[in-house]
């Protein structure tokens, strides 16, 4: 399967732990994106990534969150002090820089449960 | 990105077509309609989009309207694995920028 793929599909954790969610986009995509959906709501955008420039932040992504992708390949989303509202799933999204469409090509998402 | 507005549930037998319906009456002339939905527990997956004319693929066709102001995403056969939510989002294409995802619709096909 040459999707986008991301690890781990879920993680439980306490309060005030830090986590790293990894996440690989589909081969030869350029723009990976990384989003958040809270239960019973749309997935809310938190950042951007053309290449392993970091081009737009939400403000969502507060301090305690940060994101890299060092080779423009795979990307990594870290939450440090973890806090109850953190629980969510954090999605990752894929797409090629040039086409029209610029369709977005999502994983599975790691579910994060702070207790 | 322009706003949109879907009902929040619909109900559809299987094997009938499901048609749901999406209004964007602010929507600007470079700006795409894309679909996805969401099965339960999974990440969004694209279904189509389309810019004023009529698209068809192997999941769905796009219907927008002349005036652009509203759009129906088409499933002709729908199944139990339909079972989804639906989200219409407008946004302009090629321009590298996030998908604004509203409440969507959820749809139930009933046996």
């Known amino acids: 399967d040459t999707g986008v793929s991301q690890n781990p599909r879920h993680k439980i954790t306490k309060r005030g732990q830090n986590v790293t969610f990894r996440c690989d986009p589909i081969s030869e995509h350029n723009r990976l994106y990384w989003y958040r959906q809270t239960l019973g709501q749309g997935p809310e955008f938190l950042t951007y990534f053309q290449n392993e420039a970091q081009l737009e932040k939400s403000r969502l992504l507060s301090d305690r969150f940060s994101a890299e992708r060092p080779k423009g390949s795979f990307s990594t989303l870290e939450i440090q002090r973890t806090e109850q509202g953190d629980s969510a799933m954090y999605l990752c999204a894929s797409s090629p820089e040039r086409t029209v469409s610029d369709t977005q090509y999502f994983g599975p998402g790691t579910r994060l449960t702070v207790l | 990105d322009a706003k949109t507005t879907q009902p929040t549930s619909m109900d559809c037998a299987e094997g009938r077509a499901a048609n749901l319906p999406c209004n964007h009456s602010?929507?600007?002339?470079?700006?795409?309609v894309y679909w996805y939905r969401q099965i339960h527990s999974q990440g969004p997956q694209y279904i189509i989009h389309?810019?004023?004319n009529n698209e068809t693929n192997e999941m769905a066709s796009l219907i927008i309207t002349e005036d652009r102001k509203s759009s129906t995403l088409i499933l002709p056969h729908a199944t139990l694995r339909d079972t989804a939510v639906y989200y219409c989002?407008?946004?302009?294409?090629?321009?590298?920028?996030?998908?604004?995802f509203g409440s969507g619709t959820q749809l139930t096909v009933l046996p």
């Open positions: 989002i407008v946004r302009v294409s090629g321009s590298a920028r996030q998908l604004t």
């Open positions: 602010t929507i600007s002339g470079n700006e795409y």
């Open positions: 389309g810019l004023k």
